[in-house]
Nanobody, 120 residues
Framework: VQLQASGGGLVQPGESLRLSCKAL????????MGWYRQAPEKQRELVAN???????VYADFVKGRFIISRDDDKKTIDLQMDSLKPEDTAAYYC???????????????WGQGTLVTVSS
């Protein structure tokens, strides 16, 4: 199983970006999935999480600006990021609990980071 993230880039303050993460492999079931970020010299932190049933949790610093969504048919999660601020600059990582075909339980996987830079 791999989680493949995409969509990062360089934008100006106030602009938007949409990140996408696709789960690849022989997958039976995807449970909770989320986005984390890590700025230089800082710890990785939760940005948003979405359960299998669609319940969401957001970090306070993105509430009202970011929206997480999932498409289980496509095995993807997206993060729509609006009103971006310079302090949103970080590497963004997708994370998910994924159960492989033939496996009795889910495992936690990380995608590679995608860099988001917000600068004028």
């Amino acid at each position: 199983v791999q989680l493949q993230a995409s969509g990062g880039g360089l934008v100006q303050p106030g602009e938007s970006l949409r990140l996408s993460c696709k789960a690849l492999g022989n997958i039976w079931r995807i449970n909770d999935m989320g986005w984390y970020r890590q700025a230089p010299e800082k710890q990785r932190e939760l940005v948003a999480n979405i359960t299998r049933s669609g319940s969401t949790v957001y970090a306070d610093f993105v509430k009202g600006r970011f929206i997480i969504s999932r498409d289980d048919d496509k095995k993807t999660i997206d993060l729509q990021m609006d009103s971006l601020k310079p302090e949103d600059t970080a590497a963004y990582y997708c994370n998910g609990d994924v159960q492989r075909l033939g496996s009795m339980s889910a495992r936690n996987y990380w995608g590679q980071g995608t860099l988001v830079t917000v600068s004028s």
